[in-house]
């Protein structure tokens, strides 16, 4: 991981919102770098507290980030206009897990293209790799980890509530699910947590990927 990332762990907790901004600017710069986030795609979110987060506003530049971009919103009130449009996702998931501290949003090439591929199973399982214990909890290769697919929508309201009623009864969770064509949204205790998933399903997505097209 790059410097901002590890940067994360020396911000004082005596500021909650700018600790959420932080993770949220290290994670947008760690992304960009990698080619995950083009052309303004992707969106971030840390948690500050049981009932707010900071969020990325729609159509920033996710790899140059600076606080003007990132709205602070309380989850149980209504959503202000200009955040991420697709700021719905990442409420209702921190609504439903309160373990939760941060979501990210990435466009990366292996998760566009693996959520299409798999998109008619509705879900992507992930097993045999040892890099799955990057996971948070995962001790086995021989975990069997589903990724949830989902078709994409541009009603993130909708969307959301489909997420997360599946989410409820989905057995054998990975840390993230795809939109189909779209990209992954991956979560984790923390915002490094976070960063190791998403760079743990690129890997994991670019194996399977090849896998599905030449299995030994
Ligand atoms: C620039 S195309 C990608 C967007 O349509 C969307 O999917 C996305 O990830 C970023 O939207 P944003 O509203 O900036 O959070
Ligand atoms: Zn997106």
Do not use: C
Not at 25 to 33: E, I, L, N, P, S
Not at 50 to 66: C, F, M, P, Y
Not at 175 to 199: C, K, Q
């Amino acid at each position: 991981m790059n410097a901002p990332a590890l940067n994360e762990q020396r911000v004082t907790d005596a500021d909650p919102v700018a600790s959420a901004q932080q993770q949220v600017m290290a994670a947008g710069q760690f992304a960009a770098a990698r080619g995950w986030v083009p052309a303004t795609s992707g969106n971030f979110s840390a948690r500050v507290d049981a009932d707010r987060i900071v969020v990325t506003r729609s159509g920033a530049d996710k790899g140059a980030l600076t606080p003007a971009d990132l709205a602070v919103v309380n989850l149980r009130e209504p959503l202000p206009p200009g955040l991420s449009a697709e700021a719905p996702l990442h409420v209702a998931r921190y609504l439903a897990d309160a373990s939760i501290g941060a979501i990210f949003h990435v466009h990366s090439p292996a998760a566009a293209l693996a959520s299409r591929r798999n998109a008619r199973h509705g879900v992507l399982t992930l097993e045999g790799w040892e890099l799955q214990k990057a996971f948070a909890g995962v001790t086995s290769h021989l975990a069997v980890l589903n990724v949830p697919v989902f078709a994409n929508s541009q009603d993130t309201v909708a969307l959301a509530a489909e997420v997360e009623a599946r989410l409820q009864n989905q057995a054998d969770l990975a840390p993230g699910y795809l939109l189909a064509g779209h990209g992954l949204y991956a979560w984790g205790r923390t915002g490094r947590e976070t960063l190791r998933h998403l760079e743990a399903f690129d890997v994991l997505l670019q194996l399977q990927l090849e896998w599905e097209r030449n299995p030994l």
